[in-house]
C-alpha cells in the first residue's frame, strides 16, 4: 500500500508540475497581450502562475487538518525559490546573472516585511483571521506598487518589450495566417481553464498521498512539506528561471522569484486563514521559518551589486543541500 501510495504521490506532483507550466505559459501570453514589462510579468502574471501549486495544495492541506503541510510547503517553497530558483539557475547557465532592476531598493523591503508580518502573527501558534485580512490588504499595496513600475520602466526596457510582442505576433501570422491572432487567444483561454482544472485535481492526491506516507513512515509532515512538496511546487518557478536565464532575461527571474515569494507569504496564509485559523507547528517555528529568514539574507546579500555570480550560485545551492539534510536529520 505505501508503495501505491508514493507512485500516486510521484505521478501527481509531476502532473500537477506539468499542469502549473502550461498555466504560467497561458498568463505570461496575459501579460505580453496587456503589454507588461518584463519584471511586471514576472511578479504579477507568471508569479501567480507558478504560485499555483503552493496555494492548491495548502487549501486541500487545511482541508484535511494539516496545517503543517501549508506553513511546511509555502516556506519551503520560499526557500526552494531563492536557493535554487537564483542560485542552482545561474549554475546550470554558467554565466553571471545581472540586473537591471534594483531589487534591494524597490522590492526587498516587501519581502522583509512579510517575512516580518509572519513571525508577529505565528509566533503563538496560531494564525487568525484578522491577521489573514492583514495579509491580503498587504499583498494588494504590493500589486499596485508593482503596477507603477510600468510608469518608471526604463525606455530600453519597453522598446525590448515591444520587439519581443512584435516577434511573436509576426511568427503567429506566419503559422497561421490571418486568422492567427484569434485562434491564439481561443487556444491560450482553453489552456488556462484546463491546466487549472488539472492543478487542483493533481493537488488533492499530493495531499493525500503525503499524509499516507508521512504516518506510515513515522515522519512529520511538515518537513515532507517543507522538502518533496516545495520541490515539487517550486518546479514552475525553477523551469520559468531556467527559461529565462537562457533567454538573458534576468530580471524576469528575479521578478518571478521575489513575486512568488511575497504571494505565497501573504496570499497563501492570507486567503486560508480568512476561512479557518491555522495551526503552527514547532518544527515551523523552530527550523523552517528561521531558514526562511536565513534565505532571504543570503539573497539579499548577494543582489546588493544587482549580480549574482557562478560561485554565489553554487554557495546558494549547497545552501539549499544542507537545509534538505538538516529537516530529515541527516547530521
Not at 153 to 162: A, G, Q, Y
Amino acid at each position: 500500500m505505501l508503495i501505491l501510495w508514493i507512485i500516486i504521490f510521484v505521478v501527481s506532483l509531476i502532473a500537477m508540475s506539468k499542469a502549473a507550466d502550461y498555466f504560467t505559459d497561458a498568463s505570461e501570453k496575459i501579460g505580453n497581450i496587456l503589454r507588461f514589462p518584463h519584471f511586471v510579468t514576472g511578479v504579477l502574471i507568471v508569479a501567480v502562475g507558478t504560485s499555483l501549486p503552493e496555494l492548491i495544495t495548502s487549501i486541500f492541506g487545511v482541508a484535511k487538518d494539516e496545517a503543517d503541510i501549508l506553513s511546511g510547503n509555502v516556506l519551503g517553497s520560499t526557500i526552494a525559490n531563492i536557493f535554487l530558483g537564483l542560485g542552482l539557475v545561474v549554475v546550470i547557465s554558467r554565466r553571471t546573472a545581472k540586473f537591471n532592476w534594483d531589487s534591494v531598493s524597490n522590492d526587498m523591503p516587501f519581502i522583509i516585511g512579510a517575512l516580518i508580518l509572519l513571525v508577529l502573527t505565528i509566533l503563538d501558534g496560531v494564525f487568525s483571521f484578522y491577521e489573514a485580512i492583514i495579509f491580503v490588504l498587504g499583498y494588494i499595496i504590493y500589486v499596485i506598487y508593482s503596477l507603477q513600475i510600468r510608469k518608471l520602466n526604463p525606455k530600453e526596457i519597453r522598446e525590448d518589450l515591444d520587439k519581443e510582442i512584435k516577434a511573436h505576433e509576426k511568427r503567429g501570422k506566419k503559422k497561421n495566417g490571418a486568422e492567427s491572432q484569434a485562434r491564439d487567444v481561443l487556444k491560450t483561454a482553453f489552456i488556462f481553464v484546463i491546466s487549472l482544472a488539472v492543478v487542483i485535481l493533481a493537488a488533492k492526491y499530493v495531499v493525500d498521498s503525503v499524509i499516507f506516507i508521512a504516518t506510515a513512515i513515522g515522519l512529520g509532515t511538515s518537513a515532507l512539506a517543507a522538502s518533496v512538496i516545495a520541490i515539487g511546487t517550486s518546479l514552475p518557478e525553477i523551469s520559468v528561471a531556467i527559461s529565462s536565464a537562457k533567454k538573458g532575461h534576468f530580471d524576469m527571474v528575479l521578478g518571478n522569484i521575489m513575486g512568488s515569494n511575497i504571494f505565497n507569504i501573504l496570499v497563501v496564509f492570507g486567503l486560508v486563514g480568512l476561512f479557518t485559523p491555522i495551526s503552527i507547528g514547532s518544527q515551523v517555528l523552530y527550523f523552517i521559518l528561521p531558514m526562511t529568514g536565513a534565505a532571504i539574507l543570503v539573497q539579499w546579500l548577494v543582489t546588493m551589486d544587482r549580480k549574482i555570480t557562478v560561485t554565489e550560485g553554487l554557495m546558494m545551492t549547497l545552501l539549499y543541500i544542507t537545509f534538505v539534510a538538516k529537516l530529515f536529520r541527516l547530521f
